[in-house]
């Protein structure tokens, strides 16, 4: 089993920056890809960004430029830093990882950006 906590989010204005962190717990051995994804309020969840065990990045084209997703492995940590905060960002973000074909998923943390 893998316990995945997300921290960091919060309210912030238009054209500000948060930064989001996942700490991977348990059966952490042989994570590979980790992921952040979101989901506002009406809508499905949607892959924001990946980052491989390597530290290979891929983003939507959504949030390119604006968004960087980062890990450190000796911590099992990733992070997602997001600056440029557009309104419709605002969404509950989840980290998510897969590992032995099981799907593991944070409790989410709400990201608010007022305009």
């Known amino acids: 089993q893998v316990q995945l906590v997300e921290s960091g989010g919060g309210l912030v204005q238009a054209g500000g920056s948060l930064r989001l962190s996942c700490a991977a717990s348990?059966?952490?051995?042989?994570?590979?890809?980790m992921d952040w994804y979101r989901q506002a309020p009406g809508r499905q969840r949607v892959l924001v960004a990946t980052?491989?065990?390597?530290?290979?990045?891929n983003y939507a084209d959504s949030v390119k430029g604006r968004f960087t997703i980062s890990r450190d492995n000796a911590k099992n940590t990733v992070y997602l830093q997001m600056n440029s905060l557009k309104p419709e960002d605002t969404a509950v973000y989840y980290c998510?990882?897969?590992?032995?074909?099981?799907?593991?998923w944070g409790q989410g943390t709400q990201v608010t950006v007022s305009s």
């Open positions: 998510h990882t897969t590992k032995c074909a099981q799907n593991f």
């Open positions: 348990g059966s952490v051995f042989s994570i590979n890809e």
């Open positions: 980052i491989t065990s390597g530290g290979t990045p």
